[in-house]
């Protein structure tokens, strides 16, 4: 089976610009986790969702946001970004304990 | 709220030799899973190991085995005959049985070096 895919794999953007991120989960898993890790702040939990409804949110502020499509592909959004959002964006599918993670999208904010 | 601590920022081992990276962590609930997942230059996380609170038998994979005490909230993971391959950084995650969702709690992590 192919494994978690996530596009695009680098991404460089402007303060203030919006970006969408994607995730293709492995065949037949309908969960899928998205995080966030830093140096600092190091690997924080976004979001999951589960067969289109999200399931689980993190701490984190509006500007992120998320959504699954009927095939269990996710999407996460930023707006407005901030140079406080550059970090390695990571997904996670599972079709039961175990979540299977992609290669990460690395997000730069200049 | 779990929280997952992982005291050893940087531990190294000799080629074959063996090490054990130290984790410990936080919470009310007792039915819970623990993870180490293996993150190399790459950035993939990989799974290396994992245990379900209830089963007493600590879990073993090949080269990598945990030891899961559950009243001292420790799961420490042993590398046996450390390989090149074995260097990353290792994360220790939480996964609660009790709430619905697969989210995962993680440490701060350890970067394992391998000296040939």
């Known amino acids: ?110 | 709220a779990q929280t997952v601590t992982q005291s050893q920022p940087e531990m190294s081992v000799q080629e074959a030799e063996t090490v054990t990276l130290s984790c410990t962590y936080d919470t009310s609930e007792s039915d819970y899973y623990l993870f180490w997942y293996k993150q190399p230059p790459s950035r993939q996380m990989i799974l290396v190991i994992r245990q379900e609170a209830y089963k007493q038998q600590n879990a073993t994979e090949n080269r990598f085995s945990v030891n899961f005490q559950k009243a001292a909230k420790s799961f420490s993971l042993k590398i046996s005959d450390s390989q090149l391959g074995d260097a990353a950084m290792y994360f220790c995650a939480y996964r609660s049985r009790e709430t619905s969702g697969s989210r995962l709690t993680f440490g701060e992590g350890t970067q394992l070096t391998v000296n040939p």
């Open chain 1, 1 to 110: 089976k192919a494994g978690v895919t996530q596009t695009p794999r680098y991404l460089i953007k402007t303060r203030g610009q919006q970006v969408t991120l994607s995730c293709s989960p492995i065949s037949g898993h309908r969960s899928v986790s998205w995080y966030q890790q830093t140096p600092g702040q190091g690997l924080q939990f976004l979001f999951e969702y589960f067969s289109e409804t999200q399931r689980n949110k993190g701490n984190f502020p509006g500007r992120f946001s998320g959504r699954q499509f009927s095939n269990s592909r996710s999407e996460m959004n930023v707006s407005t970004l901030e140079l406080g959002d550059s970090a390695l964006y990571l997904c996670a599918s599972s079709l039961g304990v175990t979540q299977y993670f992609g290669p990460g999208t690395r997000l730069t904010v200049l």
